[in-house]
């Protein structure tokens, strides 16, 4: 029985509402920081490349799986539903664009904390190491993996279906081996990045303590806005997956306990992922104050101090810079002509014309 038929409509309207919240801010918040990103050449770091992956992964998740869970909750039920008969393609297509995006969110940030560890325990390697071959690499990587992940189930292993609880298409745990496939995306996509980001924080945090306090001090306060800002989204993530994903292990252990579940929980734990998306770029500028600002004049409209977009991407020209020496000359008679009778020779000298601004310009040579 499909759970949303005796929802009173105000219980309706405020989930439509909260969804499209989560809609919008995933959408403009995203693409505020990827305008950003385009305008101010100093965000153009390793760190902040695996941020912008992240912003657009985001916005995917915004433009098409949050418009199609809000069509669901209007139809009450699957939005591309016709004749009766839910249309398979996009159910799976909904899923594996859901499942690619969360890979890559987590991921991602695990990257990003990998890239923090290096500048700030590895200092003298650090550009040899996260150089821009290598980051541009390993994104494409991860979109790369994400995306072969994602397919198994339209392929050969996993399933696929519609959840009437939670409004939108997701893993099925299955019979036979399909029933680990879910396991295995787990271990994949939340256990693996999710430890690998906690080694990488307890690193810098061993890194900071046995280094000398004023050095330590001052690592620390020179990251001190990039740290936080990584770790506030990765706890932001664990907070916004975890309770999902641990129901989901349960009941894979046990699937009788998905009939016990309380009302609205399914949905509750599927929506905290997706307002994960709409948080993240808040959290790009709370500790970035150079930012925050730039988000604050490019929504007043007053970004005059800053480059257009176009004109960031364009490269700079080669000025050829020549060092102009002016020579000053002692005051001539006006006609620029003195006679040396002793020798009986005549010497042509520079009449001294006045720039601008009384300083000496241009040399005049009157050869008579």
């Not at 016709?82 to 594996?96: H, I, M, P, R």
């Not at 071959?133 to 994104?139: E, F, G, K, L, N």
């Not at 006679?339 to 000298?349: A, E």
Request: aromatic share 12%; net charge positive; hydrophobic share 45%.
């Amino acid at each position: 029985m499909n759970e949303n038929e005796t929802l009173p409509l105000y219980d309706r309207s405020l989930r439509i509402a909260s969804m499209s919240l989560f809609c919008l801010g995933a959408i403009f918040g995203n693409l505020l920081f990827i305008v950003s990103y385009i305008q101010l050449r100093w965000l153009r770091t390793a760190r902040h490349a695996y941020i912008i992956n992240l912003a657009i992964a985001d916005v995917l998740m915004g433009s098409f799986s949050m418009p199609v869970t809000i069509g669901s909750l209007i139809r009450d039920k699957w939005l591309f539903t016709f004749d009766g008969e839910l249309n398979v393609f996009s159910c799976k297509l909904a899923a594996f664009l859901d499942n690619t995006v969360i890979g890559c969110s987590v991921w991602f940030l695990a990257l990003s904390s990998f890239d923090r560890f290096v500048y700030i325990c590895r200092p003298l390697r650090y550009a040899t190491i996260m150089t821009t071959i290598r980051v541009r690499c390993s994104a494409t990587s991860v979109w790369a993996c994400a995306l072969f992940l994602s397919s198994m189930p339209l392929m050969f292993w996993g399933e696929l279906k519609y959840s009437e609880f939670s409004y939108n298409c997701g893993l099925n745990f299955g019979t036979g081996v399909h029933r680990y496939y879910f396991l295995f995306y787990a271990v994949t996509v939340i256990l693996i990045p999710v430890t690998f980001t906690v080694f990488n924080f307890t690193g810098i945090l061993i890194d900071l303590n046995s280094s000398s306090l004023g050095d330590g001090r001052k690592m620390l306060d020179s990251n001190r806005g990039a740290i936080l800002t990584l770790l506030v989204l990765t706890l932001a993530f664990v907070v916004c997956s975890l309770p999902l994903f641990v129901t989901a292990i349960i009941i894979w252990f046990d699937p009788t306990k998905a009939d016990n579940l309380p009302p609205g929980i399914s949905i509750a734990f599927h929506w905290m992922l997706y307002m994960n998306s709409a948080v993240n770029p808040l959290l790009y500028g709370l500790f970035n104050p150079k930012l925050r600002s730039h988000y604050t004049s490019i929504l007043t409209c007053r970004d005059k101090n800053k480059v257009s977009w176009v004109q960031s991407i364009k490269k700079p020209k080669k000025v050829n810079k020549h060092k102009k020496f002016i020579i000053a000359e002692p005051p001539l008679p006006s006609n620029g002509v003195s006679s040396d009778h002793g020798n009986g020779t005549t010497t042509t000298k520079a009449a001294v014309r006045p720039h601008q601004n009384n300083k000496v310009g241009v040399i005049d040579v009157n050869n008579d």
